[in-house]
Every structure is written in C-alpha cells, then in structure tokens.
C-alpha cells in the first residue's frame, strides 16, 4: 500500500482522491493546497486525510510515500525535482512541463533518486488503446498512414478568468494542454517520435483572452502523418483514428467536463469503436466501462512498490514536451517547426 498525499485540490485534485477509495494498492493520507477553504477541509475530512501547511511539509513527512501533483503546469517541473530530492514517488498530472529543458531536469532528478514518476496520461492503459497498440504493432492495420484525434469541451465558456487555467502561460493554444497533450501522448505511443509540426490556433467564442480554436499538422518520423484539433468552447466529444492500408479503427468518448460527476470523468472517457477493413463489413462495440483515474493511480502505485518505470518511458515523457513546445512556437511563427 502506497500512502500518498494530494498536492492540489481543485476539481481534478478531488477527482483523484474520489477515483482511489477503498483502494488496495494507494491511500491519501495528507494534502496540501494553495488556498485552504472551508469547503477543502470538509472534503479532507470526509475522505480520511490531513491537510499539511505546505509542499515542503509534505516533503518532510516520512509517513508519505509518493505525491500526487495536480498543480499549475509551470509548477510541475520544480515540484517533481523536490519531490525526488526527498524521495518520493511522483504521480504528476499532465502536461508534465511546459519546456523540454524542465522535463529534463526533471527525469534526471527522478533517476538519480531511484524513485518512480509517472504522468496522467491515463489513456494509454485503457483496454481500447492498448488492443489499438497491439493491431498496429501486429501489423494488422497494414502501413499506417494518417492518425489523427479531435478533442472538445466547453469549460472555457464558464471559466473563471482569474482561475490559473485561464492564464495563457499556463494553458497555451487553448485546449491543447488540458486535452491534446493526451493525443499527442498517444500518436507518440502508437507511431514513434514527432519530426515536425504546424499549428494556427485562435480565439472564436471565448469570453476570456484565450484560444478556442486549435488545429495542427503533425509528420511523425517513421513517415506518416497526423492532426490533432482542440476546441473549448463546443460540446464535450473525443476521437481517435488510425488509418492504416488494411483498414481503420476509430475511438470515440468524451473529455473530462467541468461540472459533470466525478464518476463520468472517470469512466466515460471512451465509448463508442468502430473497425473498418479494406473489405468485408465493419466492426462496432462499445468499450467496456473502467475507471481510468483510479487505473493509473493504481497501476503508479504497484510500479513504485515494485521499483519500476510506470507506463511511459522517460524519453517519450520528454519528447512529449519537446512535441507541445514545438507546437505552441509553430502558432506563433507560422511555420513549420521541427521537434528539439
């Protein structure tokens, strides 16, 4: 059993403490956030956990075993570094940082300390994506050509302008930070390292100073190609597909929306599967129903207990980023840039 400690307690902090009652594998035992409300210590209180003064209180306690980190993305970097220094396993929500030089210090921190870090990108270990894994690995999809994934939500719409997420720094280009890391998470996962990338991203319908609308061209360096497009301020849909020369396999489901109950962000998050070969008639079901959130907690926790990776290894953790960075420099400049 791994005793963890929640850093973070806004809606997604409370999300991962919901997704991990009654586990076997982690339990929080403390927490720790920016601001302590009234309404923060009920919570605590109900889900069995003490409130710490600070990160650094958390850090000094040797009753905690790992952090979970659902801060600030700029925060990430420098968090995972202390947590390491003291020896603590990491769970850290994505994006895991906002440059590929954090990132990196970040994973050397984690390997000099001997300690497990894994990122939240909790799709990956669904059963879909990784039957999806295994056909394009197998060859049964034939050459794969295109991938690509449309992500949307409509937070943006009733956002708090003074919220963090709200702040362009934090959340750059949009939905591509708290939705499309995800899919370029994946395309990496499925098709290799990203070569280069071209994104336009611009403000529609938001009523704050932010993008609503992102789209972007990836050519991946094994040669085919992808596109991912986020928009924020639209109704909640998810969609991944693979096109391959014997045929595709598209995913469908949602994305986590704000408001909705803790149980549908976690175990809505695919839906709807459709297969469809070259010939013959295409295949449907529906994705069988799992909590995803308490599956990556879960599974973060048996690698740290066991001294081992989690499930993505550190280099496509930090390509991840090099991939985001070079994506929020191509909206910028216009033109193509190629990934660090």
């Known amino acids: 059993m791994i005793k963890a400690a929640i850093v973070g307690l806004g809606w997604w902090g409370k ?23 009234p309404e923060i210590e009920g919570f605590a209180k109900a889900k069995g956990f003490r409130l710490e003064q600070s990160y650094e209180a958390v850090l000094a306690d ?69 039957k999806l894994r295994d056909m394009v690995g197998s060859g049964e999809l034939g050459t794969i050509l ?10 943006v719409l009733f956002i708090n302008p003074g919220h963090w997420r709200a702040d362009k720094h934090e959340t750059p280009l949009g939905g591509l930070m708290p939705m499309g890391v995800h899919a370029i998470d994946g395309m990496i996962d499925l098709c290799g390292p990203i070569d280069h990338v071209f994104a336009q991203s611009f403000r529609r319908a938001a009523p704050i100073d932010a993008d609503d609308t992102t789209s ?48 549908e962000r976690r175990t809505r998050l695919f839906g709807a599967c459709k297969f469809q070969p070259v010939k013959g008639e295409a295949k449907t079901w529906q994705a069988a129903t799992l909590d995803i959130s308490r599956a990556a907690l879960e599974s973060f926790a048996k690698s740290a207990e066991a001294g081992q990776v989690a499930w993505i290894p550190y280099d496509q953790m930090i390509h991840g980023v090099a991939a985001t960075e070079a994506i929020v420099r191509s909206a910028g400049t216009g033109v193509v840039e190629h990934i660090n």
Not at 146 to 155: K, R
Not at 253 to 258: K, P
């Open 15 to 37: 999300t991962l403490v919901e997704a991990s009652e009654n586990s076997d594998a982690i339990r929080f035992v403390a927490g720790a956030t920016r601001t302590v409300t």
């Open 62 to 130: 040797p009753g905690i075993d790992a952090v979970v980190l659902a801060t600030p993305h700029s925060m990430h970097g420098a968090q995972v570094v202390a947590a390491a220094a003291a020896k603590k396993h990491i769970y850290c929500e994505k994006p895991f940082t906002l440059t590929k030089r954090e990132a990196e210090e970040a994973v050397a921190a984690v390997r000099k300390a001997g300690v497990t870090l894994a990122l939240g990108y909790n799709r990956r270990i669904h059963p879909e994506m990784i």
């Open 146 to 155: 295109h991938i690509e994934a449309t992500m949307t939500f409509p937070n």
């Open 216 to 263: 972007i061209l990836l050519r991946m360096k094994e040669g085919m190609s992808g596109y991912l497009g986020t928009m924020t301020t639209t109704g909640p849909g998810f969609s991944f597909q693979v096109y391959g020369s014997k045929g595709w396999l598209r995913l469908e489901g949602v994305t986590h929306v704000a408001g909705a109950s803790s149980e």
